[in-house]
C-alpha cells in the first residue's frame, strides 16, 4: 500500500512546529519524542506502520481548535485518531503529520431522559456511553464488535454498524449533532437535540467522512429503552444457498429480528475448536435474534422457527435460558479471536444484496482454492455485510501481497453483483485504490468537493479514502476556498 | 416546461441550460422562496427499476409517484419506514407527489421519531449536478460506508444541489395490526411528560402526538397483533397516572387518526400562514407558547405545527432558539420576504454556500429557493 513520500520541507521545520504547538498547549498534550511518537505508528490495519512526526492529545475543544490552527498554519497535515481501533488504516499517520488523539476528551457532557439524548466528548468508548445510561435502562444502539475499545469520534468518522442495525440503523441514524473543529480552527455546533437539518443535512456528510472534514470533538447521541428481553436461536443448514433462503424467508415474513449472524463450516469449524460453544458441523450456521416480552419473542421465534424448519435444518436449538442464549453468541462473538488463534487474518467488509449470498460464497470458495488461501465467512445477513477473513502466514514472503489481491477481488466480486467495498469499516487506505471500481472518476470528483469546501488546504487525513491518484493535485497545492 | 424522458436528456437539458430552473417533481410541495425559471420536470423519469422483498431495498425513479411505490410495498406485506407527509390538503395544491419529490424535501411524518426520516431510509442516489453531469452515490444495500454519504445532504437539498433522477430505499415490514392509545385533557406540559414517558418505555411507540384544539394527546403501537395487545395493555397501565386511557383497536380507525395528524388535517382549509419547528420535546410547550398561534404537536412535542395570520414574522416572536423554524404554507409575497428556511450561523451558512457553489456552480439550479 503505497503512502505519499513526506514533505521534506515539514520533517525539517518539526523543531519549530513542536515548539509551537508546546508553546500553546499543556506540555503533557504534545508527544514528540521518537520512542513515543511510536505508539501512535498504526491503528488495528497494523499491516502498515509510520511515526508520524508528532501527537498531540487535547482535552478540550479549545485545544483541539489551538491544535489544528497551529497545524494549518504550518500546513502540517493532521491524522485524526479515536482509538486506533480502525481495521482500514483510517488512523495510519504518514511521517510529516501530526496525530491528533482525542482519547482525553472522554467526559459525559449531559444525559436527557425525557429527551432520549446523551451528549459525550468523542473520545469516550461506545461501550461506556451505554455504560452511563445503562441504571436508567437505556442504551445506545450502534454496537460495533471492537465497542470496549472503539471511540464515538471513530464511530462518527466512519459510520460504525454492528450486529443490531438490522433494526437500530448505524451511526448515522443514532447521531443528532456535534462540534466539530474545522482544520482552520474553527468550532461549529451543528445539530442538537432536535431532529433533522434547517437546511442541508451537514450532519449526514460528516458523519462516515473519516476525519477527512473536520474533528468532531463533542457529540449528541440518541439513546433507546432497552427492550423487555431478547433471545436467539441457532440454526444450521447443510447449504449456504439454503440458509440464504431462510434468511430471505425470515424478512419476507414480516418478522425484524434485531440480528441475523451467518457463519459457514470453516468459521465453524474455528470457532469450535476455540470455544467451544457446542456448535454443529455443518455448512452454514444461522443465528437469529428477536426482542420483546417473553410472549412476543415466543410469537416471532415461532414464526421464524415454522420458516427454518420447512428448510430442513441439521440442527435447530432455540435458547431456553439466559445461560443457552450466551453459548449461542459464544462462538459468533469469538469468531475473529478464533481465527486469530489458528492464523494471521485479514478482515474484509464489503456488502452485497441479500439475494446474492449464495452466488458470491461460491465464488469466494472457487477463489479460495485458486489463491491457495484459506477464506471463513461470518457476517451480518439480514443486512448482506460480508466479512470474509483471509487466512495468510505474516512471516511468509509474499503471502500479505498475495492476500491482499484476494482481497481485492472479493470486494469487486461484491461491487460486480451491485454491492458496495464497505459496510461499516471504512475506506481508509484499505480500500483507497479499490474506489474506482465503484465510483466513476466524476462521482469521486464530487466527494472531493465537499473536501474542498470543509479543508480547502487539504491537510485533514488527506491520503485517506481517495485513490492517490485522483487527490495528488488537491494534497500538493490545495485547492482555492 | 421541460420534461426529459431519461437521465441523459436531464443531463443534456441542464447542461444546455442558459437560464436558472424551477426542478419539480409532482409539484405538490411549493415550499420555498419562489423561484423564477423554466420549470424542469422529472414527472417522466418514472418506474419502479428493482424491488427485492427478501432484501427489503427498493429502487425507483425519481418521478415515480409515491402511490405506486407504496402500492407495490404493500402488496409484498412492507412498507417506507418514515411514514411521508402527503401535503396537498394543507398546501391546496393537486397533482401526484413523486418519490423524487418526498428525497428532495427529506418529508417523514409521526413515525420520524422511531423509524427515522427519508434521510434515513434513502440508500442510494443517482442525480445530475448543477453542470449537468451525472453522479451517484450510495446504492442498493443498506449498510455501504464506502466514500463520503452525498445521499444525506442530496435528501432535504430541494434539488439546489442536483436534480435527482433515481432514488433507492431501506424498506420494513408493514405491521399486522396498530393501536391507538388516548388521553383527553392533558395541557401541554403534562403532555409532553406522558409523551417522553411513552416513548421512555420499552413498549415501542411509533407516534406521539398531542393535539391541543381537541384535548386529546395519542400514541401508537404497531406490529403483530398479540405484540400490540400486550404493548398497548401495558402502556394503558404506564400512562393510568396521567389520566383516563382509552384504547382504538380497529386498523382503520387508527391509520385515519395518524394519517390526520401525519397531513395536519387541523390547519387544512384554514386562513393563514403554517410554520413548521423542530425543537427538543420538552422545550416544546414553551417555545409554542412564544408563537401566539394555534398549534399541534408530533414527536412527542418536538414537532410543532404553527397556524398563525398570514404574513406574520413568527421568528421574530421566537427569538433565539435551539432548533429551527419552517415556513411551510405562505403566499408568494410572504415566502419572498421571509425566509422560510431558518438562516444558519455565518459558519454554517458558508459551508452551505460552498457547497452550493460546488455541485450548482452557475446557481440555475431552484437559485434562491433555500435562500442564497
Redesign the interface.
Known amino acids: 500500500m503505497e503512502m505519499p513520500a513526506p514533505d521534506t520541507g515539514i520533517l525539517s521545520r518539526k523543531d519549530r512546529i513542536v515548539a509551537r504547538l508546546a508553546a500553546e498547549l499543556p506540555s503533557a498534550a504534545v508527544i514528540h519524542d521518537e520512542a513515543e511518537v511510536r505508539a501512535y505508528e498504526c491503528d488495528a490495519l497494523t499491516a502498515y506502520k509510520c511515526p508520524p512526526l508528532a501527537v498531540v492529545l487535547p482535552a478540550s475543544t479549545e485545544e483541539v481548535a489551538t491544535a489544528l490552527r497551529i497545524c494549518h498554519a504550518e500546513g502540517v497535515p493532521v491524522v485524526p485518531r479515536g482509538s486506533g481501533t480502525s481495521l482500514a488504516g483510517g488512523a495510519l499517520p504518514t511521517a510529516d503529520s501530526v496525530i491528533l488523539g482525542v482519547a482525553r476528551l472522554n467526559r459525559v457532557l449531559e444525559t436527557?431522559?425525557?429527551?432520549?439524548?446523551i451528549r459525550v466528548q468523542s473520545g469516550r468508548t461506545n461501550l461506556s456511553v451505554t455504560g452511563a445510561v445503562e441504571q436508567e435502562?437505556?442504551f445506545y444502539a450502534p454496537d460495533p464488535s471492537s465497542q470496549l475499545a472503539c471511540a464515538i469520534a471513530g464511530n462518527i468518522a466512519?459510520?460504525s454498524?454492528g450486529a443490531h442495525?438490522l433494526k437500530y440503523?448505524?451511526t448515522?441514524?443514532n447521531l443528532l449533532g456535534v462540534t466539530m473543529v474545522t482544520m482552520e480552527g474553527?468550532v461549529?455546533?451543528?445539530g442538537?437535540?432536535?431532529?433533522?437539518?434547517?437546511?442541508?443535512?451537514?450532519?449526514?456528510?460528516i458523519?462516515?467522512?473519516e476525519g477527512q472534514l473536520g474533528v468532531v470533538t463533542e457529540a449528541t447521541l440518541r439513546i433507546l429503552?432497552?427492550?423487555?428481553g431478547a433471545r436467539p436461536v441457532l440454526m444450521g443448514y447443510d447449504s449456504n444457498e439454503v440458509a440464504g433462503q431462510v434468511?430471505?424467508?425470515i424478512?419476507?415474513?414480516?418478522?425484524?429480528p434485531v440480528a441475523i449472524e451467518f457463519m459457514d463450516r470453516p468459521c465453524i469449524e474455528a470457532t469450535e475448536a476455540f470455544a467451544k460453544a457446542g456448535y454443529p458441523m455443518c455448512e452454514a450456521l444461522l443465528i437469529v435474534e428477536v426482542e420483546?416480552?417473553d410472549?412476543?419473542i415466543d410469537?416471532?421465534l415461532g414464526l421464524i422457527m415454522q420458516i427454518a424448519r420447512k428448510h430442513n435444518p441439521v440442527e435447530l436449538r432455540e435458547a431456553q435460558s439466559e445461560d443457552e442464549a450466551k453459548r449461542i453468541w459464544l462462538g459468533r462473538k469469538s469468531a475473529f479471536g478464533a481465527m486469530g488463534q489458528i492464523n494471521d487474518y485479514m478482515c474484509l467488509d464489503g456488502?452485497?444484496?441479500?439475494?446474492e449470498l449464495p452466488y458470491v460464497l461460491k465464488r469466494i470458495g472457487e477463489m479460495s482454492k485458486d489463491y491457495g488461501l484459506g477464506v471463513a465467512n461470518v457476517f451480518?445477513a439480514g443486512?448482506?455485510?460480508m466479512h470474509p477473513l483471509i487466512l495468510f502466514d505474516a512471516n511468509k514472503p509474499g503471502d500479505l501481497e498475495l492476500c491482499e489481491a484476494f482481497g481485492a477481488d472479493i470486494l469487486k466480486l461484491c461491487v460486480e453483483v451491485?454491492?458496495?467495498?464497505?459496510?461499516?469499516?471504512?475506506?481508509g487506505i484499505e480500500?483507497r485504490d479499490l474506489?474506482t471500481t465503484?465510483?466513476?472518476p466524476?462521482?469521486?470528483e464530487?466527494?472531493m468537493?465537499?473536501?474542498?469546501?470543509?479543508d480547502p488546504a487539504w491537510l485533514l487525513n488527506p491520503a485517506k479514502?481517495f485513490p492517490l491518484e485522483a487527490s495528488r493535485l488537491r494534497r500538493e497545492s490545495g485547492v482555492a476556498? | 416546461m421541460l420534461s426529459p424522458a431519461t437521465e441523459a436528456e436531464l443531463s443534456d437539458i441542464v447542461a444546455g441550460a442558459k437560464a436558472p430552473l424551477r426542478v419539480m417533481g409532482g409539484g405538490t410541495r411549493p415550499v420555498g422562496r419562489p423561484v423564477e425559471g423554466e420549470v424542469l420536470s422529472v414527472a417522466s423519469l418514472s418506474g419502479i427499476g428493482l424491488y427485492?422483498?427478501?432484501?427489503?431495498?427498493i429502487v425507483a425513479k425519481a418521478g415515480t409517484p409515491l402511490a405506486e411505490v407504496e402500492a407495490a410495498l404493500a402488496a409484498?406485506?412492507q412498507r417506507l419506514p418514515f411514514e411521508p407527509m402527503d401535503h396537498r390538503a394543507l398546501l391546496g395544491t393537486e397533482g401526484e407527489p413523486t418519490i423524487g419529490g418526498v428525497v428532495a424535501a427529506?418529508v417523514s411524518g409521526p413515525r420520524?421519531?422511531q423509524a427515522?426520516?427519508a434521510?434515513?431510509s434513502l440508500i442510494g442516489v443517482r442525480f445530475v449536478?448543477g453542470s449537468g453531469?451525472?453522479?451517484?452515490?450510495g446504492?442498493?444495500?443498506?449498510?455501504?460506508?464506502?466514500?463520503?454519504?452525498?445521499?444525506?445532504?442530496m435528501?432535504?437539498?430541494w434539488g439546489t444541489?442536483g436534480v435527482l433522477s433515481e432514488v433507492a430505499f431501506k424498506v420494513?415490514?408493514?405491521?399486522?395490526a396498530a393501536a391507538a392509545l388516548s388521553i383527553e385533557g392533558l395541557s401541554a406540559l403534562q403532555a409532553v411528560?406522558a409523551m417522553?414517558t411513552a416513548?421512555?418505555?420499552?413498549f415501542?411507540v411509533t407516534g406521539a402526538a398531542h393535539l391541543p384544539a381537541e384535548g386529546r394527546t395519542m400514541l401508537r403501537i404497531e406490529?403483530?397483533a398479540?405484540?400490540v395487545a400486550?404493548?398497548a395493555g401495558r402502556l394503558s397501565e404506564l400512562m393510568g397516572s396521567f389520566g383516563t386511557v382509552s384504547v382504538e383497536e380497529d386498523g382503520k380507525r387508527v391509520s385515519e387518526a395518524w394519517r390526520a395528524v401525519r397531513d395536519v388535517n387541523a390547519f387544512a382549509g384554514r386562513d393563514g400562514d403554517v410554520w413548521r419547528i423542530?425543537?427538543?420535546?420538552?422545550?416544546g410547550p414553551e417555545i409554542a407558547a412564544r408563537t401566539g398561534g394555534e398549534v399541534m404537536y408530533d414527536?412527542g412535542g418536538?414537532?410543532i405545527w404553527v397556524l398563525v395570520p398570514e404574513g406574520t414574522d413568527l421568528r421574530a416572536r421566537l427569538g433565539a432558539f435551539?432548533?429551527?423554524a419552517?415556513l411551510i404554507r405562505a403566499s408568494e409575497e410572504t415566502r419572498t420576504r421571509i425566509a422560510p428556511?431558518?438562516p444558519?450561523?455565518a459558519?454554517?451558512?458558508r459551508?452551505?454556500g460552498?457547497?452550493r457553489q460546488?455541485?450548482d456552480p452557475r446557481g440555475i439550479l431552484n437559485p434562491g429557493l433555500?435562500?442564497a
Open positions: 436527557d431522559y425525557d429527551n432520549r439524548f435502562d437505556f466512519m459510520n454498524g442495525c440503523g448505524v448515522t441514524n474553527e461549529l455546533e451543528i442538537g437535540a432536535h431532529l433533522d437539518a434547517a437546511g442541508y443535512d451537514l450532519l449526514g456528510v458523519c462516515g467522512s429503552r432497552k427492550p423487555e434468511v430471505s424467508d424478512i419476507k415474513a414480516g418478522v425484524l420483546g416480552s410472549a412476543e410469537e416471532q456488502t452485497i444484496p441479500v439475494s451480518h443486512d448482506g455485510n451491485g454491492g458496495c467495498l464497505t459496510g461499516e469499516h471504512g475506506v480500500k474506489m465503484q465510483f466513476a466524476e462521482d469521486l464530487a466527494q468537493k465537499v473536501k474542498d469546501v470543509f479514502v476556498a | 427485492e422483498p427478501g432484501a427489503l431495498t409484498e406485506g427529506n420520524r421519531i427515522g426520516a434521510r434515513d449536478d453531469t451525472i453522479l451517484k452515490n446504492g442498493r444495500v443498506m449498510k455501504n460506508v464506502t466514500g463520503y454519504d452525498l445521499v444525506k445532504l435528501a432535504g437539498s444541489l420494513l415490514p408493514a405491521p399486522e411528560e417522553a416513548l421512555g418505555s420499552p415501542e406490529g403483530f398479540a405484540s400486550y404493548r423542530s425543537v427538543a420535546p420538552s422545550d414527536w418536538g414537532l435551539a432548533g429551527h419552517t428556511f431558518q444558519e450561523p459558519p454554517l451558512a459551508l452551505s460552498g457547497l460546488k455541485f433555500m435562500g
